[in-house]
């Protein structure tokens, strides 16, 4: 059965209890934005419906995670008034902005490039111009504030992640990719990833309102620069200068 | 702040409304207890305090007097060398010095302050995230040299020493088993391994902190389904399984989503009593499910809204009771 693309598919929620405070409203297992368009507009609803009990969600990539106080509502009642709201999600609400982000895949930038591209059995410049001229879509917020968890990786770029995490942080900003997807890093933290690039913008700033910039739905393209302009850019967005640009 | 170990932050109730953003809830370990010592004193339940690990730390009263209320697991707290009974309300003038150390049993303990600990709303919660570096004092522990206030300062001169004594059955140690609900993915799970889960005996492993609790015991198998799913979003008490089979249970400082089946979590009026378990010590766990989980929450929660009912002024009989019974030695000296 084929379905169009700008129609929601026909996806059975499943409802698990995850605890005795949260309910995870479920639509499949797989990285597809069919799925995530389902989510997020799941995670519109419940937002708009403003059930008593229910305290925040936490949607991602396949799922909502719907976070409530028994005390207000109990979970068989909250399951049913979510099943009512699931009937007709609607994800016109999904957001579909486009976004520019500047990377360097260059020298410390980059650090597993030469590895990534020595296991792709490709040449570290084919492995820049296949992701730099990706679309990505903005998956879901998670492991840390700000992290970008994006898909749409070229097929040609498929790793798995590696049998243990590098020995060494990723920088703030390091783009790291595996298993079909890129993430973001808003902070220095270890990763089981490639790191290819980096960006200079800050994804995730308290002092910025708002404090992230794409939300989930959002469509992602890359700006290549070189390690000058990298400088550049990181001087300006440290001096609260937005880098990321809108282009749709 | 005289001394601090490395564990102690300013906690209030948990930052909420952006797990979407990834940002950590953080708030108490203890729930119950932090709530306890707020509640106490007059406070919101879920005003700002300091959570103190069991390495424990020194305070000192400086500038004016101030009320403090503390409760949690079993630790020593002295006053100016006299000691404490180990729920209590108790009076400070500038000089007096409070020192909480590790006790016999239990992990953390909350210090509360009237109104809560005046530290900066970062993103509408007073929590320190240490993994995010914000929240509490600059995102980080508690050091020596560090001043704290009260949002509410107390205006009127009182006597150092015991004020009221919270006798809490709630607090005590508690060895029952700690019960779980299955799921969300007890469907990556061998059915053996969920019957070990509730039949066998584990040990929490030395690797404990705020983010998680690592468990000792039989290791887990995995179904057919393998270990990796699609990242989703983590409650706290979720218990992890990881491909080494080892389980840990997410705590107060999670990620706010994770790529490993979770067989089960723990129920929301266990979490405390979780948390106030050191390394090594055992750890049993029993089945339960949602309406259950329900009463035991209810009837915690009818408990912590009736606090008053637990407290005693120093000097009435039921403190004397206590001395007498020896449970509070040094209470006198420490008013005298």
């Given at each position: 059965m084929s379905v169009p693309d700008s129609s929601p598919p026909p996806l059975a929620a499943k409802y698990l209890a995850a605890g005795d405070c949260a309910v995870v409203v479920e639509y499949g297992s797989t990285v597809d934005p069919r799925v995530n368009d389902r989510v997020l507009a799941m995670d519109a609803a419940v937002a708009k419906a403003a059930i008593q009990g229910v305290i925040e969600t936490t949607p991602s990539i396949r799922s909502v995670l719907v976070h409530f106080d028994p005390l207000q509502i109990s979970q068989v009642e909250l399951i049913r008034r979510l099943q009512e709201i699931d009937v007709a999600p609607d994800c016109s609400v999904v957001s579909r902005r486009r976004w520019l982000i500047p990377i360097c895949y260059e020298g410390d930038c980059a650090e597993d490039l030469v590895e990534l591209a020595d296991k792709l059995g490709m040449s570290a410049e084919h492995v820049v111009s296949l992701h730099s001229s990706a679309v990505f879509r903005l998956y879901m917020y998670g492991f840390a504030p700000g992290y970008l968890y994006?898909?749409?990786?070229?097929?040609?770029?498929?790793?798995?992640?590696r049998a243990a995490p590098r020995p060494s942080l990723v920088a703030i900003g390091g783009v790291v990719m595996a298993v079909g997807c890129t993430g973001i890093y808003p902070c220095p933290l270890p990763t089981g990833w490639y790191v290819i690039g980096r960006t200079p913008e800050r994804l995730f700033a308290l002092d910025r309102s708002p404090i992230v910039l794409c939300q989930p739905g959002d469509e992602v393209v890359v700006e290549r620069i070189d390690r000058t302009q990298f400088d550049v850019l990181s001087r300006e967005a440290a001096a609260g200068q937005a880098i990321v640009r809108r282009v749709g | 702040m005289l001394r601090a170990g490395r564990g102690e932050t300013i906690q209030d109730s948990g930052r909420r409304g952006f797990l979407r953003y990834?940002?950590?809830?953080?708030?108490?370990?203890?729930?119950?207890?932090h709530s306890t010592a707020n509640r106490a004193l007059g406070n919101e339940p879920g005003a700002a305090a300091i959570e103190v690990s069991i390495a424990g730390i020194d305070l000192m009263c400086e500038v004016a007097s101030l009320r403090m209320a503390y409760a949690g697991g079993d630790f020593v707290y002295t006053c100016n060398g006299t000691r404490l009974p180990n729920a209590a309300v108790i009076c400070l003038n500038p000089g007096d010095h409070v020192s909480i150390k590790a006790g016999s049993w239990g992990a953390w303990t909350y210090v509360a302050i009237p109104g809560g600990m005046d530290v900066p709303l970062v993103l509408g919660s007073r929590s320190t995230s240490l993994s995010s570096q914000f929240g509490g004092l600059d995102g980080r522990s508690l050091a020596r040299g560090d001043v704290l206030s009260p949002i509410a300062p107390t205006s009127t001169v009182?006597?150092?020493?015991?004020?009221?004594?919270?006798?809490?059955?709630?607090?005590e140690r508690s060895t029952k088993r700690v019960r779980l609900i299955l799921g969300p993915q007890d469907d990556f799970f061998d059915p053996a391994s969920i019957e070990t889960l509730f039949h066998d005996t584990y040990f929490l492993a030395p690797r404990v902190n705020r983010i998680g609790y690592w468990l000792n015991g039989p290791t887990f198998k995995h179904s057919s389904k393998g270990y990796n799913i699609i990242s989703d979003g983590i409650a706290m008490g979720a218990i992890q399984v990881p491909g080494s089979g080892q389980a840990v249970v997410l705590m107060a400082d999670r990620q706010p989503t994770g790529g490993y089946p979770k067989i089960a979590a723990v129920i929301r009026a266990d979490l405390g009593r979780l948390a106030q378990t050191r390394p090594g010590e055992e750890l049993r766990f029993e089945r339960s499910d949602p309406?259950?989980?329900?009463?035991?929450?209810?009837?915690?929660?009818?408990?912590?809204?009736?606090?008053a009912d637990y407290l005693s002024a120093a000097g009435s009989t039921h403190s004397e009771y206590l001395f007498g019974c020896n449970l509070i030695d040094g209470v006198v000296s420490a008013e005298s």
């Open positions: 994006m898909g749409g990786n070229p097929p040609e770029l498929y790793v798995s992640r | 990834g940002v950590p809830t953080a708030g108490p370990m203890d729930w119950v207890a009182i006597r150092t020493g015991l004020e009221v004594l919270i006798a809490a059955p709630w607090l309406a259950q989980a329900r009463d035991a929450l209810s009837e915690l929660d009818g408990n912590l809204n009736r606090v």
